[in-house]
C-alpha cells in the first residue's frame, strides 16, 4: 500500500462519504477529500467510473488499492488500523478481539442499514433534498416513514436503557455508521422531536455527537445544510 495520504472522492455534505471520513479521523489516518462537481455529475463520466463503475460516491484510493462502497471502505479502514502493533489498534471500533462483542457491532451496522436507514433517508429526501433541487415534499410520504422510524426508534430507546451504544457499552462502527444520515434529520428537519422524544436515544446521539471525529467532520455537512434550509 502506498505510504502516503489516502485519497477519498465525493463531497463531504455526504452521509456516506461523512462515515468513511469519521473512520480515517478515528484511527488518525492521513487521507485528502477530492471534491466532485455532482451537480456537473462528474460522479457519472471518467475518470470516476474507472473508480467507480457504478458512479457513486464515495471511492478511496490508498496507493494501487480502490475501493467503493462506504462500508467496505469502513471496514477495510479499521482493519488496516487495527492489526497488532498498529498506533490504534481498531479492535475497539470492530470489537474483533471478542466474538460475541464484534457480532453486536455486525449486527447493528445491519439493522441500520436494512431498518434505520430506509425511513430516515426517505424523510430526508422529502424534507431536504427535494426542495433543494426546486421539488416539494410529499407529505404522505414523509409521515408514512415517520410512522416506520417511530417504530424502529422505539427498539432503539429499549436497547439504550441498557447499553450506552447500540452494540454494547463502547462505541463502534455500528453507532458511527448511524452519523449522517441522523444529523441530516436532526440539523435539516422538523422531525428531531423523534429523537429528543426519547430519552435514552437522545442521550446516545449526544454521546455520537461529542466524538472528536464528529466535531471535525459533521461542519462538512452543515456547509451544505444550511444554505439549502434557507433557500
Known sequence: MGGGAVKVYGVGASPFVATVLLCLEEVGADYELVPLDMAAREQR????????????IP???DGEL????SRAISLYV???????GTKLQTADLLRESCLEESAMVDVWTEVEAHQYQPAIASIVQQCVILPF?????DQAVVDENVGKL??????YEARLSAHAYLAGDFFSLADLVHFGITYYLVAGTEYATLLESRANVWAWWGRVMARPS????APLIHLWLKPSLSA
Do not use: I, M
Request: hydrophobic share 40%.
Open 78 to 84: 479499521l482493519r488496516k488500523h487495527g492489526w497488532p
Open 45 to 56: 463520466a471518467e475518470p470516476h467510473l474507472s473508480r467507480n463503475p457504478f458512479g457513486k
Open 133 to 137: 433541487v426546486g421539488g416539494a415534499r
Open 214 to 217: 464528529v466535531k471535525k467532520v
Open 150 to 155: 417511530e417504530k424502529v426508534l422505539d427498539v
Open 59 to 61: 471511492v478511496l484510493e
Open 66 to 69: 480502490t475501493l467503493f462502497e
